[in-house]
């Protein structure tokens, strides 16, 4: 498990959307020490990888609560993260327990121009099992494969199982934006962000979509990323 020091409060912001709303809610007992962007890799290199990092601090970002711990109910849930204006081509995305035993990797291929970027897991992983932690890694090849002067981010995800009032609410649910809602409410980070982008792809000029996606990661502390683009 992610040794931290679990704090008994809970927080929500809520994402006006006619007369629905997306609200956020920290369960009670997540938390841990406070999301780390990336590594000083990219000062190591003088920026030559990240475009601007010195100057602009912009810099690899994983999408999760400031915690650094989000839930999920998936067996292999959705990973999402920021990475900013890059000459790499790609980056690596690794999986683990706890005790940092590997799980799953993978290579992604990098956009020239950065955004948002999702990872999916394939049915062949082993499904994460329920209330354990584990740790992901995005790392991008400044220099070469998992070099330790790459600049990387990591966050960490806790499997928890499906209560009642989810389930009732899933039932219902009828589209992505139904089913970000239901799973924001009880606290499941991963799944809202996941249905929320999946809301956003399917209406990509949604005016009110796109600002319920901001608010969505402004809520958890990710304001400075929330206007990026989402390269799903």
């Known amino acids: 498990?992610?040794?931290?020091?679990?704090?008994?409060?809970?927080?929500?912001?809520?994402?006006?959307?006619?007369?629905?709303?997306?609200?956020?809610?920290?369960?009670?007992?997540?938390?841990?020490?406070?999301?780390?962007?990336?590594?000083?890799?990219?000062t190591r290199n003088n920026g030559a990888c990240l475009s601007n990092a010195i100057a602009s601090k912009d810099t690899v970002t994983p999408l999760i609560p400031n915690s650094r711990l989000g839930l999920t109910v998936s067996e292999r849930p959705t990973?999402?993260?920021?990475?900013?204006?890059?000459?790499?081509?790609?980056?690596?995305?690794?999986?683990?327990?706890?005790?940092?035993?590997?799980?799953?990797?993978?290579?992604?291929?990098?956009?020239?121009?950065?955004?948002v970027i999702r990872i999916t897991v394939p049915e062949t992983v082993k499904a994460l099992e329920?209330?354990?932690?584990?740790?992901?890694?995005?790392?991008?090849?400044?220099?070469?494969d998992l070099d330790p002067d790459n600049p990387f981010a990591e966050g960490w995800v806790r499997r928890t199982s499906v209560n009642a009032n989810l389930a009732g609410k899933l039932e219902t649910a009828k589209t992505s934006l139904e089913r970000a809602i239901a799973y924001s409410q009880e606290g499941i980070w991963?799944?809202?962000?996941?249905?929320?982008?999946?809301?956003?792809?399917?209406?990509?000029?949604?005016?009110?979509?796109?600002?319920?996606?901001e608010e969505l990661l402004t809520s958890v502390g990710l304001q400075a990323i929330a206007k990026s683009p989402l390269t799903l």
């Open 1 to 42: 498990m992610l040794t931290t020091t679990l704090l008994l409060t809970s927080w929500s912001v809520s994402v006006c959307l006619g007369a629905s709303a997306v609200t956020f809610s920290t369960p009670k007992g997540i938390s841990g020490a406070p999301r780390q962007e990336t590594t000083s890799g990219a």
């Open 79 to 115: 990973f999402f993260v920021y990475v900013p204006k890059t000459t790499a081509k790609e980056a690596t995305f690794t999986l683990q327990d706890a005790d940092r035993n590997l799980i799953y990797r993978t290579k992604v291929a990098l956009s020239e121009t950065g955004g």
């Open 130 to 144: 329920i209330d354990n932690d584990y740790r992901w890694v995005v790392e991008i090849h400044c220099i070469a």
């Open 190 to 213: 991963y799944e809202a962000l996941a249905n929320m982008a999946d809301a956003v792809r399917s209406q990509p000029q949604d005016s009110t979509l796109i600002k319920s996606w």
